[in-house]
């Protein structure tokens, strides 16, 4: 069975350092991206970046360029999420995704989500 | 950015009636390869989204014959046939065409 399971939920303080992680099973993690969408508390849906398990290569949107780092490590079929100094208007749910790029397999899975509250 | 519009925002249906839902991009969708990657996400309350329709009109595994998905270039339907209790929440059209991709607002289904 596929999964993408999501690590708990985190409580920060504003300027403190933050990684969240997104664990994969059931499939060839290589064979899949994983992205990352932010889900600000009652409003939609926003694409952060993606990273490509198999060698790393990674795409960020404009707007969170600079901001958040993605990274994977394959021996551990996990993806992660960073901040090095969060702020409060980081407070949101995160979610993880996979895709391969064909269309078909691509945001088929998503991990529960990992709500993030930063406040001081 | 690609800009999704979605209409309505809000959407008050009866059990069994049917239910539309637009999505309007601000560029064509089309793909270079010829595909058209337009999305349907389902997010019940409390719920990670779930995909419904992928390539515009293609159901997914397991989705209830009652969703189905049209359109092209820039204009886009979700449809549901009949609306059932289970299908309250926020429905979000996605284009994984052009990078950054992009949901709708999203419309709210609601039972009257």
């Not at chain 2, 189905?68 to 609306?83: E, H, M, N, Y």
């Not at chain 2, 299908?87 to 607002?105: A, K, N, R």
């Amino acid at each position: 069975e596929v999964q993408l399971v999501q690590s708990g939920a985190e409580v920060k303080k504003p300027g403190e350092s933050l990684k969240i992680s997104c664990r994969g099973s059931g499939y060839t993690f290589t064979d899949y991206w994983i992205g990352w969408v932010r889900q600000v508390p009652g409003r939609g849906l926003e694409w952060m970046g993606i990273i490509y398990t198999v060698d790393s290569d990674k795409r960020y949107s404009p707007s969170f360029q600079g901001r958040v780092t993605v990274s994977a490590d394959r021996s551990l079929n996990s993806a992660f999420l960073q901040w090095r100094s969060v702020q409060a208007s980081d407070t949101a749910m995160y979610y993880c995704v996979r895709g391969s790029g064909s269309g078909a397999d691509d945001f088929d899975y998503w991990g529960q989500g990992t709500l993030v509250t930063v406040s001081s | 950015d690609v800009v999704l519009t979605q209409s309505p925002l809000s959407l008050p249906v009866t059990l069994g009636q049917p239910a539309s839902i637009s999505c309007r991009s601000s560029q064509s969708l089309l793909y270079s390869d010829g595909n058209t990657y337009l999305n349907w996400f389902q997010q019940r309350p409390g719920q990670s989204p779930r995909r419904l329709i992928y390539l515009v009109s293609n159901r997914d595994s397991g989705v209830p014959d009652r969703f189905s998905g049209s359109g092209s270039g820039a204009d886009f339907t979700l449809k549901i046939s009949r609306v059932e209790a289970e299908d309250v929440g926020i429905y979000y059209c996605m284009q994984d065409t052009h990078w950054p991709w992009t949901f709708g607002q999203g419309t709210k289904v609601e039972i009257k």
